[in-house]
Nanobody, 123 residues
Framework: QLQLVESGGGLVQPGGSLRLSCAAS????????VGWFRQVPGKEREGSSC????????DYASSVKGRFTISRDDANNTVSMQMNSLKPEDTAVYYC????????????????WGQGTQVTVSS
């Protein structure tokens, strides 16, 4: 079973940056497409970004496009998401997820999930 662990969350002021990482074990994450999702209490989980295996094709939600960047580091078996120009509305628990196929930003396409990391954007 693929295990995913997120890190890098925290408290940041509006306009600031954070870098989230998703570490995988015991299998190579390079074989999976990976997505980042976020959820606030009372709302459904929504996709933020995703990256394919192989050609590292990416896709972004319109709410984060131009501010967030997803990338792979296959040597370290991680996928990261750089978040810049953060806004209070980016506050959420962020989850990484993996699928053996192309999942896009659809939550239901992903089989493996991490436990999440809290991101709070506030002054």
């Amino acid at each position: 079973q693929l295990q995913l662990v997120e890190s890098g969350g925290g408290l940041v002021q509006p306009g600031g940056s954070l870098r989230l990482s998703c570490a995988a074990s015991p299998f190579p994450l390079s074989a999976y497409a990976v997505g980042w999702f976020r959820q606030v209490p009372g709302k459904e989980r929504e996709g933020s970004s995703c990256i394919s295996s192989g050609d590292a094709r990416t896709d972004y939600a319109s709410s984060v496009k131009g501010r967030f960047t997803i990338s792979r580091d296959d040597a370290n078996n991680t996928v990261s998401m750089q978040m810049n120009s953060l806004k209070p509305e980016d506050t959420a628990v962020y989850y990484c997820a993996a699928t053996a196929y192309w999942g896009g930003l659809e939550e239901g396409e992903y089989r493996y999930w991490g436990q999440g990391t809290q991101v709070t954007v506030s002054s």
